[in-house]
């Protein structure tokens, strides 16, 4: 023996390890809490009739299921024209109440917008923000924002960009649509990407931008 001492590497061990541990103990932790607020929806079955009475202990995931019949059953009612009648008379008599009609109204067109397969908010695209020769990643939520347009006197849209580590806060602008470059990156990649800080990038040959058109 030299004398010399083998350094162990210990770092690269522990990082290793977080790296597998991590993200199966988030998954664990966000399913948790979805399946405990999926079970408080039995709240709303008698208590004659809720599991615990039942069987006579509570079962996870339950409210899960509850949750799945109840969306179903209130999708196959409003597909209809009774069910459609109703959800209008009801929505009517929201638009009544100031404060309500606001959050209710906000809430289900960013809901028809993100749920909707024909939505543009699932298009990722690229805007120089917030100045020029800096680029930010975002999400065409308008194809064309009409009164913007007619008082410029140029087509404008909407992009919404998203906030690093949280994809659901951000910030909406409105520029004109050639300063918009549109990627084939999906969404998810996109929110990847975001939520990473730019750690996790898709790769070079599955991302290609449509760079904007020359002007004629």
Known sequence: MNGTVRKWPVRRYLVAGVLVWLPILATLWVLSVMLHLMDRTLVLVPPPWRPERLIGFQIPGVGLVFAVVILLLTGLLVTNLFGRRLVSWGEDLVNHIPLVRTVYGGVK?????????????????????????????????AEDVPEVSQKLGAPH?????????????????????????ELDMSVDAAMKMIITCGVVVPPADAVKAHLPKPAA
């Open 157 to 181: 849209a909407a992009v919404y960009i998203s906030a690093a580590l949280n994809a659901t806060a951000g910030y909406l602008v409105i520029l004109p649509r050639s300063q918009i470059v």
């Open 109 to 141: 067109s960013f809901a028809e917008s993100v749920l909707s397969q024909s939505s543009s908010f699932r298009k990722v695209v690229m805007v120089e923000y917030p100045r020029p020769g800096i680029w930010s990643l975002g999400f065409l939520t």
